[in-house]
């Protein structure tokens, strides 16, 4: 894996740009799928790469094991913190259109 800028990973994968359209009230979920799915293969190919050096380990690889652990744990939670908010967003309406 290389050691790139982490925040750039979404750039890299293709569907994954604009994924709030401006002007329409659609939001694509499928690129936060996309990116954590990514980012689940890179994590499950990184701890096969450390599993293959058995005793030969560095503390690198166990460095970038967790930052990409780290990354995947924030785009999951990102991506449950959007859906909270859409949600959230479409039950106030409803509860003010329904006054």
Do not use: C
């Amino acid at each position: 894996m290389s050691s790139s800028n982490p925040w750039n990973s979404m750039a890299n994968i293709p569907g994954t740009a604009n994924w709030l359209q401006p002007g329409t009230p659609n939001i694509q979920f499928s690129p936060l799928v996309q990116m954590i799915d990514y980012l689940s293969k890179q994590a499950v190919s990184m701890i096969a790469q450390i599993r293959s050096k058995k005793s030969s380990m560095s503390i690198a690889d166990m460095f970038d094991l967790q930052m990409a652990m780290n990354k995947l744990s924030q785009f999951s939670e990102m991506s449950t913190d959007i859906v909270s908010a859409v949600n959230t967003s479409a039950l106030s309406m409803a509860r003010n259109l329904k006054s």
